[in-house]
């Protein structure tokens, strides 16, 4: 049924086209039973066209048996008719969005919308856009020139048969011609759109195929023409390698022939054109010069910080690698050395630190010397005030020796500065030779150290301390600089080797006795100079302990247990029922007294921790010298016994370190001006118990000895003693791992000759006197040999001088009556004397090696500025030119002018200054003269261009350098340690003040009471009214019973009687004389002064002798004048 339905639908859509008309066929399309799908309505007229055409055809073949279109054929036709309506839209798509982007000229949208509207995508190459886009617009350019008017339709013709309108402004579509229809002809149509798209990838296509590669090769025969121009290419391509031989010959004919060609047309045109040519050469190689010079010069001012920074970098790269040269290489040439010579000159900069810095060293000199005495009479001022409140010394002495401190306050020092022109340092010959010998003199102790080695060990060990804290550290200057430093330390060396040598038996020796070397160095590392190291070192922790006052370290059980014992009776009001005095044993039977033993160990470790670990991290504080005389003995102690075990060494080391410089420093801080104290502020007894139970474990630990015996209780402190020594063990190691003094101060032996100033000491009239005694008594030992500079110099210097001839006449009153008081005080008058060495270079005196090179030196430095040259052969051979002479002439009227602002103690001397002065010729037959001398002498070769001279004058440079360095150094520590001593000064002023107030408090309780003697405050008398003590008449037998006297040589007891002894006041305060009578018969006098009595009392001296023959108990002559005398 359902087929029959199908034919009788078939009848009708036949009958239909037969008919022609559109609708008509569009119903019979639609009918169900036809089962027609995708029929569109609008599109009824194509339908009619493609149906008719097809039953045209098929009524046309003459084979096909059926002359209507059956159900499979009419939905074929269908389906065509489909695929034109979608061709046909595409065409429109594709012509109104092209005109449209034409006539926009939107050029970057043209690959987009050929891409959205061409049937082949592939077609499209990107590459080509910009050439679509002109060839598009260029052809609706040329069709829109022959357009007058222009319409609304567009026309497709599809398969020749089919036409397809399509209105651009009302967007309507037809199948059917259009009634006025007008065509858009200004616009290109879609095929002519193809052909252009085609032409232009073909053209693409064949231009690059032969270069294309693998991939674009594959693109290429996606585009629709690619099937076709890669047959053509690969057609193309067979040829040419079947031809290629004749195709590289045509090639070669072709390209030979075109080149002779344009070059002879080339050539005959410059031949008619010559002078042309050259003109415009000319003018064209000016104008790119200039425009080059120009365009450079521009560059360089555009560029001008830029360009400074890079020259700035080159200059300093060849001045760097020239200096590396000059430290480095063993033999710097003489290229490299001209470059820095002009480093040896002498600013005003130079001359004004040098000085500043000999102004500072003279303070620091000065200041020290006059704090040391401040010291020592503020130490005596203490004493006499104890006296005074215990034993009842006058008042009088007190506030005389309190008017010595007040004036020594007020700065009238004992330094006279006005005798710069009389006594040693007049202007006259005998006494300038004399002045010259004894600064050659110190000149040589200083630098020669062996001799004052000597002259220690050859003095009593009082005598040489005394000597060493006098005039050795004066002849140094307290190692205010360096070179000083470095002399200094060269002396304690050579001294501490002598000591060991020949004083040291055993290695304990060293820590068992009292080494004067030690002494000597711990003494002077801790003087001004080394103070601040210590105040760096333990301040800090110090003061820690001290602030601290919960801080309660008791390690002496017995005291603990007394302690205890005063706590439970205060609690309780009762009197305890313990013993008051127990063992050591029996107290630490307590449970309370074990428990406070154990807290205070515990705290002692706390507190030791902090200790221990501000000294092993503070190593880099350490003083130089003092790191370099533990090394030093270390070393000499090893050498000497070769036996001993690193621990023995080490522990010599640490009682060095810690034992003798740290150790007392923590146990009175207060007296190594570690803290800062008060006047009259005082630590007390729990401060310095703390601080003393801590320097005893450090003691312990730094010489690795456990506590035990005695010191059991504290046993178990012993690991943490092992473990605390072996943190010390490496902290001594450690510590004597320091440079040699030549290489830490970069000394050698021609330092003094190159540096701008010579040293200067500042040392006392008395001391001078003392240290030319002391030579000549020990001569035989300290310079034993004849020919010996030293004794050389003491037969120059003969008999030691008095201090008379050494201020000069007239500088002490010979009718004053206090002469001898006067001379002493003037003694300790201080003079400076600039040390010069025996053979510096003068005219007439001879002229040692050394000199001579230093002479040599300079010459050559003179010349090398002026005359250019590889060699100094070549130098000296090559003569000067007249304007190197005038060169040379400039520079020295140069020098002369600086010489003449140059103080007089850093000037060269006269022969030098001659030298200076002559012309370079005369200069270079000079510097030939002695070079030859000196080759004789074997300091220089001709051999070697004479290199070894040219490498001291390097070596000058290096030093030079290093020598500012170190002076700007010198001249900041020197600020620091003239600030510490003016804060010292200040702090013995402040205690000066303070015994002055106390001073005047006893005074005024004085003046309160009824005295039975007044005194006598001003020392011109007594005042009006005063009674003088009557005089006292006491029998030796009545002294003798009182204790007083205890014996008389030669006289039995029952004699004694016959002696009479008559005691009277004189009229100075606290002196007596006393008169002796044998039976009536006044035998002698002597005369008693209190003060010293009391000293003797404060010395611990108990017996005394008068008259050569009578002992006398101290104590109770003191008792008697007190009772008899001043009512006490």
């Known amino acids: 049924m359902g087929c029959f339905k199908g034919v009788v639908a078939v009848g009708y859509i036949n009958e239909a086209i037969d008919e022609g008309n559109p609708l008509r066929t569009l119903e019979t399309l639609l009918l169900p039973t036809a089962n027609i799908s995708d029929v569109d309505p609008a599109h009824a007229q194509h339908y009619q066209d493609v149906l008719y055409h097809a039953k045209s055809q098929k009524l046309g073949d003459s084979e096909s048996v059926s002359k209507v279109l059956w159900l499979d054929e009419i939905q074929q036709a269908v389906d065509d008719a489909n695929v034109d309506k979608d061709r046909a839209k595409q065409w429109v798509t594709l012509v109104v969005d092209v005109n449209q982007c034409l006539e926009g000229k939107k050029s970057s949208d043209i690959l987009s919308v050929l891409k959205s509207s061409t049937s082949n995508a592939n077609d499209i190459i990107p590459e080509c856009a910009d050439k679509y886009y002109d060839a598009l617009v260029k052809a609706k350019e040329l069709k829109s020139e022959r357009v007058s008017s222009d319409g609304s339709w567009l026309k497709l013709n599809l398969h020749k048969k089919y036409d397809y309108y399509y209105n651009t402004d009302s967007k309507e579509s037809s199948w059917v011609t259009p009634e006025s229809c007008l065509?858009?002809?200004?616009?290109?149509?879609?095929?002519?759109?193809?052909?252009?798209?085609?032409?232009?990838?073909?053209?693409?296509?064949?231009?690059?195929?032969?270069?294309?590669?693998?991939?674009?090769?594959?693109?290429?025969?996606?585009?629709?023409?690619?099937?076709?121009?890669?047959?053509?290419?690969?057609?193309?391509?067979?040829?040419?390698?079947?031809q290629e031989e004749n195709v590289v010959k045509i090639q070669a004919f072709w390209k030979g022939y075109k080149q002779r060609k344009e070059y002879m047309h080339r050539r005959q045109t410059f031949i008619d054109n010559t002078d042309s040519i050259v003109k415009i050469q000319s003018w064209f190689r000016m104008a790119t010069a200039r425009k080059s010079y120009l365009s450079r010069l521009q560059y360089f001012r555009d560029h001008n910080n830029e360009i400074v920074k890079i020259q700035s970098l080159l200059r300093a790269n060849k001045a760097r690698d020239d200096y590396k040269t000059l430290v480095g290489s063993e033999?710097?040439?003489?290229?490299?050395?001209?470059?820095?010579?002009?480093?040896?000159?002498?600013?005003?900069?130079?001359?004004?630190?040098?000085?500043?810095?000999?102004?500072?060293?003279?303070?620091?000199?000065?200041?020290i010397r006059a704090n040391q005495q401040l010291e020592k009479d503020l130490n005596l001022m203490d004493i006499k005030i104890g006296l005074l409140v215990k034993n009842r010394i006058t008042l009088e002495d007190v506030i005389s020796h309190s008017k010595k401190l007040n004036k020594k306050k007020g700065g009238e020092m004992e330094i006279l500065n006005n005798t710069d022109n009389q006594g040693i340092k007049s202007l006259s010959k005998e006494r300038r030779k004399t002045l010259e010998t004894y600064q050659q003199l110190f000149y040589l102790l200083q630098t020669n150290p062996l001799y004052l080695a000597k002259l220690i060990f050859q003095m009593p060990q009082n005598k040489s301390t005394k000597f060493m804290d006098t005039v050795?550290?004066?002849?140094?200057?307290?190692?205010?600089?360096?070179?000083?430093?470095?002399?200094?330390?060269?002396?304690?060396?050579?001294?501490?080797?002598e000591e060991i040598k020949s004083k040291v038996d055993q290695v304990q020796d060293i820590v068992t006795g009292n080494p004067t070397v030690i002494k000597m160095v711990v003494s002077f590392n801790r003087g001004a100079r080394g103070q601040n190291t210590l105040?760096?070192?333990?301040?800090?922790?110090?003061?820690?302990?001290?602030?601290?006052?919960?801080?309660?370290?008791?390690?002496?059980?017995?005291?603990?247990?007394?302690?205890?014992?005063?706590?439970?009776?205060?609690?309780?009001?009762?009197?305890?029922?313990?013993?008051?005095?127990?063992?050591t044993e029996q107290a630490l039977t307590y449970p309370e007294v074990k428990n406070k033993l154990e807290a205070s160990i515990e705290n002692l470790r706390r507190v030791t921790d902090k200790v221990l670990n501000s000294i092993i991290s503070s190593l880099d504080l350490l003083p130089y010298g003092l790191r370099y005389i533990a090394k030093v003995l270390k070393n000499s102690i090893h050498e000497k016994f070769p036996d001993a075990t690193e621990d023995e060494l080490l522990k010599i080391v640490g009682n060095l370190l810690y034992y003798r410089y740290m150790n007392p420093a923590i146990v009175a801080p207060d007296g190594f001006d570690i803290i800062d104290m008060t006047a009259g502020g005082q630590i007390n007894s729990d401060q310095r118990r703390n601080l003393g139970s801590v320097a005893k474990v450090l003691q312990h630990a730094a010489s690795n000895k456990l506590f035990e015996g005695e010191n059991e209780h504290l046993s178990s402190m012993n690991n943490y003693l092992s473990e605390t020594y072996q943190e010390f063990r490496k902290y001594f190691?450690?510590?004597?791992?320091v440079p040699e003094p030549e290489e830490k101060f970069n000394m050698d032996k021609y330092t003094d000759l190159v540096t701008v100033s010579k040293p200067v000491i500042y040392i006392s009239i008395e001391e001078i006197i003392s240290t030319h005694s002391l030579l000549l008594e020990h001569q035989d030992a300290i310079a034993p040999e004849k020919n010996d500079l030293l004794s050389e110099l003491l037969g120059s210097l003969g008999e030691v001088p008095t201090v008379e001839s050494f201020l000069g006449e007239g500088a002490v009153d010979p009718n004053d009556p206090n002469k001898a008081n006067t001379l002493s005080q003037l003694s300790k008058t201080e003079i400076s004397l600039v040390l010069t060495s025996k053979y510096d270079i003068e005219d007439g005196e001879a002229i040692d090696s050394r000199s001579l090179m230093i002479k040599t030196k300079k010459l050559i430095i003179d010349v090398i500025r002026n005359q250019p040259g590889n060699t100094l052969t070549e130098i000296l051979e090559t003569p000067a030119t007249a304007q190197q002479e005038v060169d040379h002439a400039t520079?020295?009227?140069?020098?002369?002018?600086?010489?003449?602002?140059?103080?007089?103690?850093?000037?060269?001397?006269?022969?030098?200054?001659?030298?200076?002065?002559?012309?370079?010729?005369?200069?270079?037959?000079?510097?030939q003269r002695n070079l030859r001398t000196l080759e004789q002498t074997g300091h220089v070769s001709s051999e070697n261009k004479y290199q070894d001279i040219l490498n001291e004058i390097a070596k000058d440079i290096r030093n030079q350098r290093i020598y500012r360095k170190l002076r700007k150094a010198e001249l900041a520590k020197l600020q620091q340690t003239l600030n510490a001593l003016n804060k010292k000064a200040a702090f013995y002023e402040e205690q000066i003040n303070y015994y002055d107030t106390y001073i005047k408090t006893c005074l005024d309780n004085l003046k309160r009471k009824n005295t039975r003697r007044s005194i006598k405050l001003d020392g011109k008398g007594e005042p009006k009214g005063a009674k003088?003590?009557?005089?006292?008449?006491?029998?030796?037998?009545?002294?003798?019973e009182k204790g007083v006297l205890l014996d008389i040589d030669d006289l039995q007891t029952n004699q004694f009687k016959n002696v009479t002894f008559?005691?009277?006041?004189?009229?100075?305060?606290?002196?007596?004389?006393?008169?002796?009578?044998?039976?009536?018969?006044?035998?002698?006098?002597?005369?008693?002064?209190?003060?010293?009595?009391?000293?003797?009392?404060?010395?611990?001296?108990?017996?005394?002798?008068?008259?050569?023959?009578?002992?006398?108990?101290?104590?109770?002559?003191?008792?008697?004048?007190?009772?008899?005398?001043?009512?006490?």
Request: net charge negative.
């Open 183 to 242: 065509y858009k002809e200004s616009w290109l149509t879609g095929k002519e759109i193809e052909d252009i798209i085609e032409e232009v990838t073909v053209g693409y296509i064949r231009e690059n195929i032969w270069s294309a590669s693998e991939e674009l090769l594959l693109r290429f025969q996606a585009t629709s023409s690619g099937p076709i121009l890669r047959e053509e290419f690969e057609a193309r391509k067979s040829f040419l390698h079947e």
């Open 331 to 367: 033999n710097p040439p003489l290229t490299v050395i001209r470059k820095f010579v002009y480093l040896l000159d002498q600013s005003d900069l130079d001359f004004q630190e040098e000085l500043e810095v000999a102004r500072l060293r003279e303070e620091v000199v000065t200041k």
């Open 472 to 497: 050795i550290f004066t002849l140094y200057n307290y190692a205010s600089n360096q070179r000083e430093e470095y002399l200094l330390l060269k002396l304690f060396k050579t001294a501490l080797e």
């Open 535 to 583: 105040r760096q070192l333990l301040a800090p922790v110090v003061k820690e302990i001290i602030d601290d006052k919960s801080l309660i370290i008791n390690t002496n059980p017995v005291e603990v247990y007394k302690a205890w014992v005063n706590q439970l009776e205060t609690q309780t009001g009762e009197a305890s029922k313990l013993p008051y005095d127990v063992t």
């Open 733 to 737: 190691k450690e510590a004597c791992n």
């Open 891 to 927: 520079d020295m009227v140069s020098r002369a002018m600086i010489d003449s602002r140059t103080p007089e103690e850093m000037k060269h001397s006269q022969s030098m200054i001659e030298d200076a002065q002559l012309p370079l010729e005369q200069k270079k037959r000079k510097i």
């Open 1028 to 1040: 003088r003590a009557k005089p006292v008449k006491y029998t030796a037998a009545k002294l003798h």
């Open 1062 to 1128: 008559d005691i009277i006041a004189t009229e100075d305060v606290g002196i007596f004389d006393v008169r002796s009578k044998f039976l009536g018969v006044e035998m002698e006098k002597v005369q008693l002064n209190i003060q010293d009595l009391l000293q003797m009392q404060y010395e611990g001296v108990a017996v005394m002798k008068m008259f050569d023959k009578v002992k006398v108990n101290v104590n109770l002559l003191i008792y008697l004048l007190n009772k008899k005398f001043y009512g006490k």
